[in-house]
Structures are given as structure tokens and as C-alpha cells.
């Protein structure tokens, strides 16, 4: 075992070297007003040689593998990062990291199978099912979850300080910290994947919670992504304990400034579905729709924020299925306003979406029936100026024999007036003629 134990702790110290090689070479950029180095606070993890003759314990091990991984895991998360803390450290410096971590997962692995004892197993997970390059990640999560939490936690606003917030949270922390977590945080959730996820939620939903909660959107933003992470390799049964909390922490969320807002539509849109995919009539479904559609009623011009609904909406759509009709009278008048965008690409989103309400709802009941078909008419006239003219009039006509096939006489009288017009011809041998008798539904 002691043995074994030193081979590691050699490995170990001669990955660290290599990466503090390259680490040397990059140049921080401390971020403004504070004197932070989030480069020497990286180079303070990086494990040194011992003493000769020092014991190599298990707990030094155990210590210096959860620091060196912390390192490597903020060095591999800051590619593609723009934020100030961590967009200093270039792209081969990332790849080393990564490779190292890797390396020493595998030596890890070796001297597991050596006998040596793991958490992997107390977590519940196959050890065996685990590969060699992930098994270092599980077996760091129960140390590094709690530190990760409690560094993004220390900057967040204190609600009984009755002080500004912002300047608050930032005199007791930081930003820098909480940034660097929550980059360190999200690396190691997305390096897990199902089935073993689910086995570990009691580690990572409660920090990713705490990013949600937390005033940056920078910091907000790596939670999200990591909830989408989550709710792409976990099962609706393995959330049930944080279900509730969860989706009222995205109900909160989707205020959130421009920068964030895709990815707060994602998450939200991909957790309800998870959760409640098959309970159409629960209470979220209803919540989380009501709070975007509070949000795109207030600024319906923000391409930015319309787009990404359009772009991720679908599958709450179908989850809620026949509830949608409760939203009709706020939905139809967004889409109708988006018809008209400049954008071949927003259109045609719009019109994809169009015909999915439909489809689930053959749209019952409802006074936008005269106004679809008039904005449809109109979409299809336009679409002669527009580079996707053709995709754009075949997801119209889409629409209106689907419109023709549910609404029955109500769709004949609102297309006579467009019947005779001459920019429309090529739609009639599209749509039936119908049985006067026959109505739709």
C-alpha cells in the first residue's frame, strides 16, 4: 500500500510540475479594483515535492489530489471564458490541465484497483462502470462540492443587509472567488454524465442553487448551464427531493439580464419537461410559461430575448399540451407582432411554432382564427421579397391546411376575402374543398 501510495504521489507532483511550467508563462489580469491574482491563487495549489524521507499518508494524498483537481479544473473551464478572472489563461495551458487531470485519473484508477479504498463506491456509483479518466472527478465531488458552495456563497447578497447589496456582497468576498468556483463547479458537473449523475445530486443541485441565487449574472450563468447539464442526464425521479425549489428558483430567474436569458429559457423549459413531463396540469407548467410570457409582454421588441423563446419553447409546448389554450389570448398576439420580423430564420421560428400550438390544440375555442389566416395571407405575400421565400410560404400553406382541417366553415369564411387575390393563387390547390356541412372542431 505504501508503496502504491508513493507512485501516485510521484505522479502526482510530476503532473503538477508540468502544468505549473506552463502556468508560469501566462500573464494574469488581476481584475479592476481589487488585487486578487487568480494566477497565484491556482499556482498556491499546485502540490510541491516533500521533504525526503516525509511519510506519503493517505490524507496528504487525498488533500493534494483535491487541490491539484480544484487547479485543473479552474485552468480546463476557462476556455471560451470572456470574464476578466479566468480569460487570461490561453488555450494550450487549458489542454495541458485537462491532459494532466486525465493522466492522473488514470494512475488514480490504477491504485484503486491496487485495493486502495474509494468513495466512488460509497457514493453508491459501479465502480466498474466508471471510466478511468472520470473515476478522480467522483471521487473528488464529495470533497470539493461543500468548498466550491461556500466560495460562491460568500459573495452573494446577504437579504438582511439593509445596505446596497452589491457593494456589500463584494466587501465580504471578492467577485473574483465566486467566479472561479462557479467556473470550477460546472467543469466538474459536466464531467458526469448518465446514469451516474443521479447518484450524486445531493452533492451538486444544492450548489448549483446557490449560483442561481447569487447577483452575477456571470456567476448565475454557469449555474444555468450547469442545471442544464443536469437535466439532460438525470431521471424526474432523481430530482424529486428539489423539485419544488428548483423550478421556483427558475421562475425567479427569468428576470435575468439579456446576457443570461437563453440560457435561463433553456434551463427552465428543459427542467419542467424533466420534472413534469407527463403532468401537463401542474402548477410549474402554468408558473414558468406566465412568468416568460410577463417578461416578453414587457419588452416584445428584444430580438435577443424572443429568439431564444422561439428557439427553446417547443418542448414545454408539448408538455403542456390542451393547457395551452388557457394562453392563447397572450401568446397569438406575440406571434403575430414576430411575424413580421426582418429575419428569414426568426420568421420562419415563428411560424414552426404556430403550427405546433396548433397541432396540439387544433385551436379551440378561440377569436384568433380570422387574424391567423390574415397575417398568414399577408406572411406568404411578403415572402416574394425574402431570400427563404419558398420554406416560408410552405410552412404557411402548412399552416392553413392544418387551419382548414380543424376550423372547418370558420376557416372557409375567413379565407373568402382572400380567395380572389391574385398574389395568393398558388395556395388553392393546397386546401380542400370542403362540405359546407362540415365544420371543424
Known amino acids: 500500500m505504501a508503496e502504491d501510495l508513493s507512485a501516485l504521489h510521484d505522479n502526482l507532483i510530476q503532473l503538477s510540475e508540468t502544468v505549473q511550467e506552463f502556468l508560469a508563462k501566462a500573464k494574469d489580469i488581476p481584475e479592476e479594483g481589487t488585487n486578487v491574482s487568480v494566477k497565484s491563487m491556482l499556482e498556491s495549489l499546485l502540490p510541491r515535492k516533500t521533504l525526503e524521507g516525509r511519510r506519503i499518508s493517505e490524507d496528504l494524498i487525498q488533500a493534494e489530489l483535491k487541490d491539484f483537481s480544484l487547479c485543473c479544473a479552474a485552468l480546463a473551464s476557462a476556455q471560451g471564458s470572456n470574464h476578466t478572472s479566468l480569460s487570461w489563461i490561453p488555450k494550450d495551458l487549458s489542454v495541458t490541465a485537462v491532459s494532466a487531470f486525465e493522466e492522473l485519473s488514470k494512475a488514480f484508477s490504477a491504485n484503486l484497483n491496487a485495493g486502495k479504498s474509494?468513495?466512488?463506491v460509497e457514493l453508491g456509483l459501479d465502480c466498474s462502470l466508471v471510466s478511468d479518466e472520470k473515476k478522480l472527478v467522483v471521487e473528488m465531488m464529495p470533497l470539493v462540492m461543500p468548498l466550491l458552495k461556500e466560495s460562491i456563497k460568500e459573495s452573494s447578497i446577504d437579504h438582511l443587509d439593509d445596505s446596497d447589496e452589491v457593494s456589500a456582497?463584494?466587501?465580504?468576498?471578492p467577485l473574483a472567488y465566486a467566479v472561479v468556483a462557479?467556473?470550477?463547479?460546472?467543469?466538474?458537473?459536466?464531467?458526469?454524465?448518465?446514469?451516474?449523475?443521479?447518484?450524486?445530486?445531493?452533492?451538486?443541485?444544492?450548489?448549483a442553487l446557490t449560483a442561481l441565487d447569487h447577483w452575477s449574472p456571470v456567476v448565475k450563468g454557469q449555474g444555468m448551464i450547469s442545471f442544464i447539464h443536469l437535466g439532460k442526464n438525470m431521471k424526474a425521479a432523481e430530482f424529486s427531493p428539489?423539485?419544488?425549489?428548483i423550478l421556483d428558483t427558475c421562475c425567479q430567474n427569468i428576470v435575468s439580464s439579456d446576457?443570461?436569458?437563453h440560457l435561463v429559457v433553456e434551463m427552465s423549459v428543459l427542467l419542467v419537461t424533466c420534472i413534469h413531463g407527463t403532468n401537463p396540469r401542474s402548477s410549474w407548467y402554468e408558473r414558468i410559461l406566465n412568468e416568460m410570457l410577463n417578461h416578453l409582454e414587457r419588452q416584445p421588441k428584444n430580438k435577443d430575448r424572443y429568439i431564444a423563446w422561439l428557439q427553446h419553447i417547443e418542448p414545454l409546448f408539448c408538455g403542456a399540451g390542451l393547457v395551452l389554450l388557457a394562453h392563447?389570448?397572450?401568446?397569438?398576439?406575440?406571434?403575430?407582432q414576430w411575424m413580421h420580423s426582418d429575419n428569414d430564420q426568426t420568421l420562419l421560428l415563428v411560424l414552426k411554432r404556430?403550427?405546433?400550438v396548433m397541432k396540439l390544440t387544433w385551436i379551440r375555442n378561440t377569436p384568433f382564427v380570422e387574424r391567423l389566416v390574415d397575417e398568414l395571407a399577408v406572411t406568404y405575400k411578403e415572402a416574394a421579397l425574402r431570400r427563404a421565400r419558398e420554406e416560408v410560404r410552405a410552412h404557411v400553406i402548412q399552416i392553413l391546411v392544418l387551419l382548414q382541417q380543424c376550423k372547418g366553415l370558420q376557416f372557409?369564411?375567413?379565407w373568402n376575402k382572400h380567395r380572389d387575390d391574385p398574389n395568393l393563387t398558388t395556395i388553392s390547390p393546397s386546401l380542400t374543398t370542403r362540405n359546407a356541412a362540415t365544420d371543424g372542431c
Open 169 to 173: 456582497a463584494s466587501a465580504r468576498a
Open 354 to 356: 404556430v403550427y405546433t
Open 118 to 120: 474509494t468513495r466512488i
Open 182 to 207: 462557479v467556473y470550477q463547479f460546472r467543469w466538474f458537473v459536466t464531467q458526469v454524465e448518465q446514469p451516474h449523475l443521479g447518484k450524486l445530486c445531493s452533492l451538486v443541485i444544492p450548489c
Open 412 to 414: 372557409e369564411a375567413a
Open 242 to 245: 428539489y423539485e419544488d425549489v
Open 328 to 336: 392563447f389570448r397572450r401568446i397569438f398576439p406575440l406571434f403575430f
Open 259 to 261: 446576457e443570461i436569458w
